[in-house]
C-alpha cells in the first residue's frame, strides 16, 4: 500500500491562477494547500506548491495583492516529491528533515498523482504504533500453562 492511501482529495490550480482565487478554493474545500500544475492528466506536473505558510509570507507579510498576485509569483518550488512506494516513515522523516508539511506523490515518470500532508502520515505512524502496543500487551499478558 502505497502513500497515496493517505493522500486526501488534492485540489490543483494553474501557474496564473490570482492568490485570492486560490485561498477560495482551499477555503471551500477546508484544505491547507493547492498543487500548482501544468499539462492534462496524462502529464500533469506539479510545479509549485501554494500553501496558508506561504499566503502569510510572501502575500501578506510583503503587502501584495492577493486579488492581482499570481501564485507562480508566491508559490513554493520546487515542488519535493516521492515515488508512490515510499514508506510512511520514511516521507514522515524527509518531510521532518526539511521542514515541510506537504509531499507531492509521484509516478516513476514523474508525474503527479497526488499529495500528502504531515498531519496524515503522522496519524498512520500512530495507529501502526497502537496496534503494536496492542499487540505486545496481548503478549505479555497470555496466562499460558502453570500460569
Not at 496519524?123 to 500487551?137: I, N
Amino acid at each position: 500500500m502505497g502513500l497515496l492511501r493517505l493522500a486526501q482529495e488534492t485540489k490543483q490550480v494553474a501557474p496564473d491562477t490570482t492568490v485570492l482565487e486560490a485561498v477560495k478554493v482551499m477555503t471551500a474545500t477546508g484544505v491547507g494547500a493547492v498543487v500548482v500544475t501544468t499539462g492534462g492528466a496524462l502529464d500533469c506536473q506539479a510545479v509549485g506548491v501554494f500553501t496558508e505558510r506561504d499566503l502569510m509570507r510572501r502575500v501578506v507579510n510583503e503587502g501584495k495583492n492577493p486579488a492581482t498576485t499570481l501564485i507562480r509569483e508566491v508559490m513554493s518550488s520546487p515542488v519535493r516529491g516521492v515515488l508512490d512506494g515510499v514508506s510512511v516513515s520514511e516521507a514522515a522523516a524527509l518531510m521532518r528533515r526539511h521542514r515541510f508539511r506537504h509531499l507531492a506523490v509521484m509516478d516513476a515518470g514523474g508525474r503527479f498523482l497526488g499529495m500528502v500532508a504531515l498531519r496524515h502520515l503522522l496519524y498512520d505512524l500512530m495507529d501502526d504504533l497502537e496496534r503494536k502496543v496492542g499487540g505486545l500487551e496481548s503478549f505479555i499478558m497470555i496466562d499460558g500453562p502453570g500460569g
